[in-house]
């Protein structure tokens, strides 16, 4: 499921974290929260989140992207964000 989103330069941690703090803000803490192995949703400050706000970090099985429903919507958005800036040129 899908919570929230924002078109970004980067998919770093600064990112990954606004997107997070408008899901939190809207829906309130997850029971978990379920990502791919990527360095992002285990920065020291994302963990600090999760652990203070009493949130199960899974993970996917390695080499099955296909669990990872976030990760394929993400791209989608990403490539149609950047097919926008293109037009906008």
Known sequence: MLLASLIS???DTAAYLRVLAIA???YGA???IVTDRGGIFYSLR???IYEALDIRKDRIDPRQ??????RRVGGYWNSCAMQ???RAK
């Open 65 to 70: 992207s296909w669990q990872n429903y976030v």
């Open 9 to 11: 330069e980067k998919q």
């Open 46 to 48: 994302a963990m600090a």
């Open 30 to 32: 997850p029971e978990a």
């Open 84 to 86: 926008e800036r293109s």
């Open 24 to 26: 939190l803000r809207n």
